[in-house]
């Protein structure tokens, strides 16, 4: 039974991950009286926001909402000066956080755990750590992110390239001078966006290696002012139930109530006009059925291809850079700065990879079919495993010796995205099945972590050793999934959502699109009936 029986080399709660939800996971456990350790590959906390350093990087969920609600005193004592907070301050803000609460006492560095075994005899996990150090623990948290398994594509002759090499999901610590320097990028996501105006501002040339354009509304970004912070701060506890209690999102936005084919065609473009204006990804919320009908969806993408051509100079880079086989916002929509305008200077080319594909990285550079590249630096924004890649990497077998890769080779299958069938007291935080990456991932985060702990607690209570979800809740859970997912448009785009980034992965959608406030619900509804779908013993 858990309880205080942990001692150095047999946990109540193994975390693996130090991010926003091992932190929280710490702090909640402890206050509960737990034993618990959490264990991160880095060198410090902050999980996406350690690794994702790359110039420009920032949030793309406004600071005032982008941050814990658990402690009232917590979210009134910070204060953000953005309105999209860099990479820096988020980073500042998780070991303000740290700090306050103590828990880096409980979190061990520069260690990666390659396996997790569970024993049922003795009912518990033993993590295997890269040094071969092994830790016991009654509970296992995996609280390794959605977007945390960053990956280089595979090209020919990628180790032959000699210059310098650099990867926006693993940035380096050591500041980086691309002064001058000629710089290849390939990826134009959500990363390469935000970081691409930064450096065609230092750098002597930018290539830029688009294979498929991305939709992208302005961030509209600026200092803080003192009334919009008092506005959130005087007002945070309604704010923050209202965002987990009545979004889909997570995030309060101006929502919309009407469909964008009852508006005239001047209203929309006024509409969409005043949101575009306003910066963030408030756009998308300007109507009702912007992702769900197709015609709908087309009014907000023809208004982007539009806001392009206007901007951009050239009118062939403006069609390249024009998204027109998949619906808007079926990938994650981006949130930039100056992005498009950026095409306009002189030292920066876009080359079209899609017409005409990358064969090979040279020692210099990069050859396509019909041309030589020649640069000195060399950056991947080529994105994540998503959703399953942090957990596919971990060898994680339960009581019969079955391992999840197996069990999800044919796409993650987890009741509530919390916990998967046939391994007994593994949570997973944000997982698939969840809403995580289509929300405000810490408000999905906060509502994860006290579910579990508040289950682990109520295990202590009731004197139950093991938590396992029933087969059946599984299926049925994974079925809904599928099924709300298969209502919207969300599923015609080849993205990250899908797997569709990664060769051979399953084509899935992966998060939970039903929204944050009915996956609440379904969750508060499982807990009153004494953790419906769940079996104890
Ligand atoms: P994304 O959004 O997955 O973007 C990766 C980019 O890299 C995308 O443009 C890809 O093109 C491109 N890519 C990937 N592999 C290749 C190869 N082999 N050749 C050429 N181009 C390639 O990752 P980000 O890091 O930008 O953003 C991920 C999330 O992090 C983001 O949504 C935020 O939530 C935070 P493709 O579209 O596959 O043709």
Same mark, same amino acid.
């Given at each position: 039974?858990?309880?205080?029986?942990?001692? !150095?080399?047999?946990?109540?709660?193994?975390?693996? %991950?130090?991010?926003?939800?091992?932190?929280? /996971?710490?702090?909640?456990?402890?206050?509960?009286? #737990?034993?618990?350790?959490?264990?991160?590959?880095?060198?410090?906390?902050?999980?996406?926001?350690?690794?994702?350093?790359?110039?420009?990087?920032?949030?793309?969920?406004?600071?005032?909402?982008?941050?814990?609600?658990? $402690?009232?005193?917590?979210?009134?004592?910070?204060?953000?000066?953005?309105? #999209?907070?860099?990479?820096?301050?988020?980073?500042?803000?998780?070991?303000?956080?740290?700090?306050?609460?103590?828990?880096?006492?409980?979190?061990?560095?520069?260690?990666?755990?390659?396996?997790?075994?569970?024993?049922?005899?003795?009912?518990?996990?033993? *993590?295997?750590?890269?040094?071969?150090?092994? =830790?016991?623990?009654?509970?296992?948290?995996?609280?390794?992110?959605?977007?945390?398994?960053?990956?280089?594509?595979?090209?020919?002759?990628?180790?032959?390239?000699?210059?310098?090499?650099?990867?926006? %999901?693993?940035?380096?610590?050591?500041?980086?001078?691309?002064?001058?320097?000629?710089?290849?990028?390939?990826?134009? %996501?959500?990363?390469?966006?935000?970081?691409?105006?930064? =450096?065609?501002?230092?750098?002597?040339?930018?290539?830029?290696?688009?294979?498929?354009?991305?939709?992208?509304?302005?961030?509209?970004?600026?200092?803080?002012?003192?009334?919009?912070?008092?506005?959130?701060?005087?007002?945070?506890?309604?704010?923050?139930?209202?965002? +987990?209690? !009545?979004?889909?999102?997570?995030?309060?936005?101006?929502?919309?109530?009407?469909?964008?084919?009852?508006?005239?065609?001047?209203?929309?473009?006024?509409?969409?006009?005043?949101?575009?204006?306003?910066?963030?990804?408030?756009?998308?919320?300007?109507?009702?059925?912007?992702?769900?009908?197709?015609?709908?969806?087309?009014?907000?993408?023809?208004?982007?291809?539009?806001?392009?051509?206007?901007?951009?100079?050239?009118?062939?880079?403006?069609? *390249?850079?024009?998204?027109?086989?998949?619906?808007?916002? @079926?990938?994650?929509?981006?949130?930039?700065?100056?992005?498009?305008?950026?095409?306009?200077?002189?030292?920066?080319?876009?080359?079209? =990879?899609?017409?005409?594909?990358?064969?090979?990285?040279?020692?210099?550079?990069? +050859?396509?079919?019909?041309?030589?590249? $020649?640069?000195?630096? /060399?950056?991947?924004? @080529?994105?994540?495993?998503?959703?399953?890649?942090? /957990?596919?990497?971990?060898?994680?077998?339960?009581?019969?010796?079955?391992?999840?890769?197996?069990?999800?080779?044919?796409?993650?299958?987890?009741?509530?995205?919390?916990?998967?069938?046939?391994?007994?007291?593994?949570?997973?935080?944000?997982?698939?099945?969840?809403?995580?990456?289509?929300?405000?991932? =810490?408000?999905?985060? !906060?509502?994860?972590?006290?579910?579990?702990?508040?289950?682990?607690?109520?295990?202590?209570?009731?004197?139950?050793?093991?938590?396992?979800?029933?087969?059946?809740?599984?299926?049925?859970?994974?079925?809904?999934?599928? !099924?709300?997912?298969?209502?919207?448009? /969300?599923?015609?785009?080849?993205?990250?959502?899908?797997?569709?980034?990664?060769?051979?992965?399953?084509?899935?959608?992966?998060?939970?699109?039903?929204?944050?406030?009915?996956? +609440?619900?379904?969750?508060?509804?499982?807990?009153?009936?004494?953790?419906?779908?769940?079996?104890?013993?």
């Amino acid at each position: 039974m858990p309880g205080s029986s942990g001692t !150095e080399d047999r946990l109540d709660v193994a975390v693996v %991950g130090a991010g926003f939800s091992g932190l929280y /996971l710490i702090h909640r456990l402890r206050k509960l009286g #737990f034993s618990v350790r959490a264990f991160d590959s880095a060198g410090d906390i902050g999980g996406t926001w350690y690794w994702n350093r790359y110039p420009g990087a920032r949030c793309d969920v406004e600071s005032m909402q982008y941050s814990y609600s658990f $402690d009232e005193d917590l979210q009134r004592d910070w204060n953000w000066s953005e309105r #999209f907070a860099t990479q820096p301050e988020i980073l500042a803000y998780a070991q303000h956080v740290a700090e306050r609460f103590d828990l880096k006492r409980d979190i061990r560095f520069n260690t990666t755990i390659a396996a997790a075994h569970y024993d049922e005899a003795a009912q518990l996990w033993t *993590l295997m750590t890269d040094k071969g150090e092994a =830790i016991e623990a009654r509970f296992c948290v995996m609280a390794t992110g959605c977007l945390s398994a960053a990956r280089d594509p595979e090209i020919k002759g990628a180790a032959r390239f000699a210059g310098a090499v650099y990867r926006t %999901g693993n940035w380096p610590h050591e500041p980086v001078d691309l002064s001058g320097k000629r710089v290849g990028v390939i990826g134009t %996501g959500s990363s390469a966006i935000q970081a691409i105006p930064e =450096i065609a501002r230092q750098a002597g040339h930018l290539f830029v290696f688009q294979r498929t354009p991305n939709f992208s509304v302005p961030a509209k970004n600026a200092p803080l002012t003192p009334d919009y912070v008092a506005s959130w701060k005087d007002d945070y506890p309604a704010l923050r139930k209202r965002a +987990r209690e !009545e979004t889909r999102s997570g995030t309060i936005y101006e929502f919309a109530v009407k469909s964008a084919l009852e508006a005239t065609p001047e209203e929309r473009e006024a509409e969409y006009q005043r949101r575009w204006d306003k910066g963030g990804a408030n756009f998308m919320h300007a109507y009702t059925d912007l992702v769900v009908d197709e015609r709908a969806s087309e009014t907000a993408a023809e208004f982007v291809r539009r806001k392009i051509r206007a901007v951009v100079k050239d009118a062939r880079t403006a069609e *390249l850079l024009s998204p027109k086989d998949y619906p808007i916002f @079926t990938k994650r929509i981006c949130v930039d700065t100056d992005y498009y305008a950026t095409f306009n200077c002189a030292n920066v080319t876009l080359v079209d =990879i899609r017409r005409d594909p990358i064969q090979e990285i040279t020692p210099t550079g990069l +050859r396509t079919g019909a041309q030589d590249f $020649d640069f000195d630096v /060399l950056v991947y924004a @080529t994105g994540f495993d998503a959703m399953t890649g942090a /957990l596919d990497r971990i060898d994680i077998r339960g009581p019969d010796g079955r391992d999840l890769r197996s069990k999800w080779a044919h796409g993650p299958r987890a009741y509530l995205g919390l916990m998967s069938a046939g391994f007994p007291n593994l949570f997973i935080v944000t997982g698939p099945g969840s809403p995580s990456v289509l929300s405000n991932v =810490i408000t999905s985060i !906060e509502q994860h972590v006290e579910f579990i702990t508040d289950c682990i607690d109520h295990m202590r209570a009731k004197g139950l050793a093991r938590i396992d979800p029933a087969q059946e809740a599984e299926d049925r859970w994974v079925a809904h999934v599928g !099924e709300v997912a298969g209502g919207t448009l /969300l599923p015609k785009a080849a993205s990250w959502y899908m797997g569709a980034n990664i060769p051979g992965k399953p084509r899935v959608f992966m998060p939970y699109v039903g929204g944050v406030d009915r996956y +609440r619900r379904a969750c508060n509804d499982i807990v009153a009936k004494g953790y419906e779908g769940f079996t104890f013993a």
